[in-house]
């Protein structure tokens, strides 16, 4: 039960759910509502916030408990240097870390991460690391990849890390090895995100190199032209396909969340950042590049953008658009395996792997 | 065993109780002296948990509020039986400690 839902005023247990920010999340979402309450039924009666001394003391066991829960130094480092899952005690543990925002893993183990951090460096050479431009713009890539872990790398990280492993029995109230829905952006979320990812970094590219004084290569109307026949091409194939999908019982529809989106505004805010540094450090073909890599698909996505505009289908995806411009029809998706969680007292999920276990201890 | 720990358990001897059932049978039990918070309670009790001495044991909704109960187990009534013969030990013990001191002068 949320702690909103507790039968405690709302802006107490706003107060109460600031206050609990140390938690682990896995414990936030399991006590949330209980210790809500307890704290409503210490406060002063009609108190609206929670007293200082009493929010300290969240704070604190909030803290002890997260030291407490989090496996030792040792074992955690063979999950973020190494991928390694862990012992079943300390799953709770990565569920959470699978969960953040910016997963710490991410960043020792992407080999993305390593050729940023190690190889694209070396490879440049004459670029020295304490450059501030650099360092900022490096920094702010890294950050960047390591928070776009999206949900594909969620279920394949929970897979390998959160099911039981050969051997071991499952138990209800923990994940196990299932069939999960397979998600898809909705068409016009997914193209009011791609205009913007590939639209703003474009303008800016070709804004920079022309107040720059470089001219725009002529390589680059060319990219545009490879282009122009799927955005002409794609309107009238998504005239007659678009009241003819099939169904698809695989597939969970979505909007983006606010983190799909802010993840699409770091990626388009460092690549329109990368453009300007490039231009304004001489290496303007960086930006003529990017502008090159972004050309022969951004009259596609107008035209996308512009379809989504007017009414579309709720189950229209920005896939479809994609599969009826290429394919001329649209790909039935599958299920997903990934991992699902066996509720307690339910029967077991739909594409398990393992039997049901006779009897189990649900994990803290 | 901490002082909490134990009096939260003992708050449990006689039957399931939530969060802040507990809270107010410590303050009893230890007439007036110890006055768990909300962040002290959940720790203790996570780490009985852990230890299994105590068990979540359901819960409800009472005024629109979240009440889940703790019990005590087998093992916890166990060992808070086992720490109370320990500390009724050491206070006999001290007892006698006391009442062998040499009155002051009669040396």
Redesign the interface.
């Known amino acids: 039960m949320s702690a909103e839902g507790a039968g405690v005023e709302v802006r107490f247990a706003r107060s109460v759910r600031r206050w609990l920010v140390a938690y682990p999340p896995r414990w936030r979402r399991v006590r949330a509502g209980e210790i809500t309450a307890v704290l409503a039924d210490l406060a002063a009666p009609g108190a609206t916030r929670l007293d200082v001394r009493s929010g300290l003391g969240l704070l604190r066991a909030g803290l002890a408990t997260r030291r407490r829960m989090a496996p030792p130094f040792l074992v955690r480092m063979k999950y973020v240097a190494f991928d390694w899952p862990l012992p079943a005690q300390y799953r709770p543990w990565v569920d959470d870390q699978l969960r953040s925002a910016v997963p710490g893993q991410g960043l020792l183990t992407t080999p993305m991460m390593v050729f940023l951090l190690w190889g694209l460096p070396w490879l440049m050479g004459t670029k020295p690391i304490f450059d501030l431009t650099f360092l900022v713009l490096y920094l702010l890539l890294l950050g960047t990849i390591a928070s776009s872990r999206g949900r594909g790398w969620q279920r394949q990280a929970g897979l390998r890390h959160l099911v039981p492993q050969a051997g071991e029995e499952p138990v209800p109230g923990w994940y196990i090895k299932g069939l999960v829905f397979h998600p898809r952006l909705a068409a016009r979320s997914g193209a009011n995100l791609a205009a913007v990812f590939f639209g703003v970094p474009a303008v800016v590219a070709a804004t920079v190199l022309l107040a720059g004084g470089r001219l725009l290569h002529p390589l680059l109307g060319a990219f545009v032209l490879a282009g122009v026949p799927f955005a002409l091409v794609g309107p009238v194939r998504w005239r007659h396909g678009i009241g003819r999908l099939p169904a698809q019982p695989a597939r969970l529809v979505e909007r983006a969340s606010g983190r799909v989106r802010r993840i699409v505004a770091s990626w388009t805010v460092v690549i329109s950042l990368v453009v300007v540094a490039a231009v304004a450090d001489d290496h303007s073909w960086i930006a003529s590049a990017i502008l090159g890599a972004l050309l022969p698909v951004l009259p596609w996505v107008v035209a996308a953008w512009a379809r989504t505009r007017g009414a579309v289908p709720d189950e229209l995806t920005l896939v479809d658009l994609r599969d009826l411009t290429v394919r001329r029809h649209v790909q039935v998706d599958v299920a997903l395996p990934g991992p699902v969680l066996w509720l307690p007292g339910g029967a077991m999920p739909a594409g398990a792997e393992h039997a049901p276990a006779p009897s189990g201890v649900a994990p803290a | 065993m901490t002082e909490q720990a134990y009096l939260v358990m003992l708050s449990l001897a006689h039957g399931p109780r939530?969060?802040?059932g507990i809270?107010q049978e410590v303050v009893t039990l230890s007439e007036g002296r110890v006055k768990l918070?909300?962040?002290?309670?959940?720790?203790v009790l996570?780490?009985l948990?852990?230890a299994r001495y105590v068990e979540a044991s359901g819960?409800e909704?009472v005024?629109?509020?979240?009440?889940?109960y703790y019990s005590l187990t087998d093992e916890g009534h166990g060992a808070s039986v086992a720490h109370t013969r320990q500390l009724a030990a050491l206070a006999r013990t001290a007892h006698r400690a006391l009442t062998a001191r040499p009155v002051a002068g009669t040396a």
């Open positions: 939530h969060g802040y809270v918070g909300a962040g002290t309670l959940y720790g996570d780490r948990v852990d819960e909704v005024d629109g509020r979240l009440r889940r």
